[in-house]
């Protein structure tokens, strides 16, 4: 047998020619319409999660002080999705996925999880510039892969171990500035706990994902539009459930008009924070979910590398959050370790394609 003659190797504008190719293709592959949902729920994500991250620092640096009421609001609107989702029934003809036991105690399991996570999170927008929170929450990117890796079989190559790697390196950079960016009424101890809250919110965020994943594939075995957004709905509802309970218990909603009365800017602009805190959140999850469906978790992936520098730059400009050079060196290596888990997630899902 005659050996085969090695290919020559591709070009630089052969492979940009080939990538132009394939995204016409992709264009002409969906109706218009379909690519208007996806702009607008790409703008969702990056508009509306920036700016729920920014109005919680604006609720603690204002005269805000709970963090239960930060975490009930981040869940306060699940009522919107459900209006969303209740006349896809109708437009797409389908019926609700019926609830058996296992269904139900997933969506409660995950409800308190989301309820726990949304806790952490709170804490870190408590103790840590908007900027620095958002780059550290970054690194629920780290979790997703591992815990994707370990319950959903979902596949490691090289690229993703080295974004890992990249992105931990990142955090590292950040835990050596601590002093450049800590607020003045903020305590050592404080801001450590705020860190580390942090950090394990986005491993708990990483496990949700996982966990919500592992639920398609085990329980629901189909990923439709309405399906995705049931499952929204649920995981809100009981995470709502289980943060009012929290409320009542720390008695945070009879201290919501003391809070009021002190807040900067009055008692309209406490419940302004409030009330867009609610919708902004709620936004950037119909966002996310909407383009989890309309395209990939890769395009999600990209949209999240977009917006931690949204964040952080949006944080520096309106709020003067502090930005050393340690910290702009954690977001440009953040931005690269997040290319690097792009890459490796598009080669995997290449791969998976071809086989």
């Not at 389908?94 to 996570?117: E, F, H, Q, R």
């Not at 979910?289 to 990209?302: D, E, H, K, N, R």
């Not at 949204?310 to 290596?333: F, N």
Request: with cysteine; aromatic share 12%; charged share 10%.
């Amino acid at each position: 047998m005659e050996e085969e003659s090695p290919k020559p190797p591709v070009s630089l504008w052969g492979r940009v020619s080939a990538l132009e190719t394939r995204a016409r293709e992709a264009y002409k592959s969906k109706p218009i319409s379909h690519w208007i949902l996806l702009v607008l729920s790409s703008g969702g994500m990056l508009i509306a999660f920036p700016a729920s991250s920014l109005l919680s620092r604006v609720y603690y640096a204002n005269g805000g002080t709970s963090k239960w009421i930060i975490s009930w609001v981040a869940v306060a609107g699940w009522p919107l999705i459900a209006l969303i989702l209740l006349p896809t029934y109708f437009v797409c003809k389908t019926t609700p996925t019926p609830l058996n036991l296992k269904l139900t105690v997933s969506y409660i399991v995950l409800g308190l999880l989301s309820a726990a996570d949304n806790l952490m999170y709170a804490y870190a927008y408590a103790y840590l510039p908007a900027s620095t929170a958002s780059l550290l929450a970054s690194s629920s990117l780290v979790f997703s892969a591992l815990f994707g890796h370990l319950l959903v079989n979902n596949k490691l190559n090289a690229a993703i171990v080295n974004a890992i790697f990249i992105i931990t390196a990142a955090m590292t950079i950040i835990a050596l500035d601590s002093d450049s960016d800590r607020y003045g009424n903020v305590t050592d101890k404080q801001y450590i706990l705020g860190f580390v809250w942090d950090i394990l919110g986005s491993a708990l965020h990483g496990l949700i994902f996982a966990l919500s994943e592992l639920v398609f594939v085990k329980l629901l075995g189909r990923r439709s539009f309405h399906v995705v957004l049931e499952q929204q709905v649920m995981v809100s509802f009981f995470a709502f459930v289980f943060t009012t309970i929290g409320v009542i218990v720390n008695k945070d909603f009879q201290g919501m008009k003391n809070e009021a009365g002190i807040f900067k800017g009055g008692k309209s602009a406490y419940y302004l924070v409030l009330i867009w805190s609610v919708i902004s959140f709620q936004l950037g999850v119909l966002g996310a979910t909407a383009v989890l469906f309309l395209s990939s978790t890769v395009l999600a992936g990209v949209l999240n590398a977009v917006r931690v520098p949204l964040t952080s730059i949006a944080a520096v400009i309106l709020l003067k959050d502090p930005m050393s050079g340690l910290k702009i060196l954690s977001l440009i290596v953040t931005f690269w370790g997040f290319g690097c888990y792009i890459y490796g997630s598009s080669s995997a899902s290449s791969s998976r394609d071809s086989s």
